[in-house]
């Protein structure tokens, strides 16, 4: 068996510089190492397997915090340009989207501000985020690195950030986003004069609740029912939508080629991408529900297909590549 | 006075430099150890190489026990610049305590 760390180390020297490894995984390693072989000797078995754990998580932490240091840091004057670019234009582009999809609710906000409860329009927003960071961060790559070609310190930043808009995208969806829309029900019932509260739908319901009404059905008739079907799909979506800010940042960077390509290019590949990925989305909700395929699968199909042809993308611009004089 | 930065303390790196202060010498893990949970092992070695390039402290390499095995141990002490640097910092925190906020 191998040493505790050995194999976190192999891994953290593949995407590390030597000064990082020597200043802060080695050190953490170190630590991580001793700590472990103290709760071995004391025949602490599950404390040593917590010290693995949380060491793995620290290193992880350690990896994204360097990473992103360094890229932000060491890169060129034109890296940081178009870093620069991406936020902006990210930023921009996920603003619109936000107010693109609470335009349907326009008349709703009108009624919320005449009766003095604006923060309704607060809870409205948590259910746009999830569409507009992949979307609005795709379309900021894209334009942010236009005409440029992307090095692999600006392709580890972009990633980076995409898995931090990630994470942030899993904590709306798991919980903000079903208290939220909660929130927003019994506002819209109270309105009207309706008994509050409400018994949450699909929507509403937090990760952990959709995680235990899944398994409270589990032994029973219901275990192949729609509604089941439903719970489960719900449950994976929102696994699968978190991770779709990442997988669209990864499609982006595939986009980008090596020669400046056109802005028409460029906006037909963002909303080409974006539209290809809900559809399947929408596809594999359809077949999910239908019974045709697992819930997971469903869920997961788009994050797939794009993973695949992001990879297919950046090795073929990899084998395409004109070799050192 | 361009070109000379005034040095700059971060909350956790006072923290970092008070403890190391007041044990002497110590490495990542009993820092976590000694904030009480205020400092994290994940973030804490990258704060003391941060800290190390400014100059605030100062690290050496120790064995790891025989019986143990492993990677060397890196051990952190404060240089008198962090020493001068947490005083100064300590000192204005007291005279405008919402300058310490």
Known sequence: ?325 | MRGHRLPTLSRKESLILELLVRHKELYGLQLVAESRRRLKRGTVYVTLQRMEEKGYVASRLEDAPPEAGGLPRRIYQPTAVGRRVLGAWTSAARLMPEFAR
């Open chain 1, 1 to 325: 068996m191998t040493r505790a760390g050995n194999r976190l180390r192999a891994f953290a020297s593949r995407l590390c510089c030597a000064e990082t490894m020597e200043r802060v995984v080695d050190p953490l390693i170190a630590d991580l190492q001793l700590e472990y072989a103290k709760a071995v000797h004391t025949g602490s078995l599950w404390r040593s397997r917590w010290i693995r754990i949380a060491g793995g998580v620290a290193l992880l932490k350690v990896i994204a915090l360097c990473g992103g240091r360094s890229a932000f840091d060491e890169g060129t004057a034109d890296e940081h340009r178009a870093m620069a670019r991406t936020i902006t234009f990210s930023a921009v582009a996920m603003c619109a989207l936000v107010a693109l999809c609470e335009a349907p609710y326009w008349r709703t906000l009108q009624l919320a501000v005449q009766a003095q409860q604006t923060r309704m329009f607060l809870y409205l927003i948590p259910q746009a985020l999830p569409i507009a960071f992949p979307i609005g961060l795709t379309i900021g790559i894209l334009f942010g690195f236009r005409g440029r070609v992307v090095s692999a310190r600006s392709k580890r930043a972009v990633l980076t950030m995409a898995v931090a808009w990630s994470a942030i995208s899993f904590a709306i969806l798991a919980w903000v986003l079903p208290a939220a829309n909660q929130s927003y029900r019994e506002w819209v019932f109270r309105t009207y004069g309706q008994i509050t509260p409400l018994l949450k739908g699909t929507s509403e319901l937090t990760l952990a609740e959709l995680s235990g009404q899944i398994e409270s059905y589990r032994h029973t008739a219901m275990a192949g029912s729609s509604l089941v079907r439903d719970l489960t799909f719900s449950y994976h979506q929102r696994w699968s939508l978190a991770c779709a800010t990442a997988v669209l940042a990864l499609f982006a960077l595939g986009v980008l080629g090596r020669r400046p390509s056109a802005r028409w290019t460029l906006g037909l590949a963002a909303v080409g991408g974006c539209f290809a990925y809900y559809t399947l989305l929408f596809l594999g909700r359809s077949a999910a529900l239908g019974g045709s395929v697992p819930a997971f699968a469903g869920a997961w199909l788009p994050n797939v297909v794009f993973v695949l042809v992001s990879i297919l993308l950046l090795a073929s611009r990899q084998s395409t590549a004109p070799s050192p004089a």
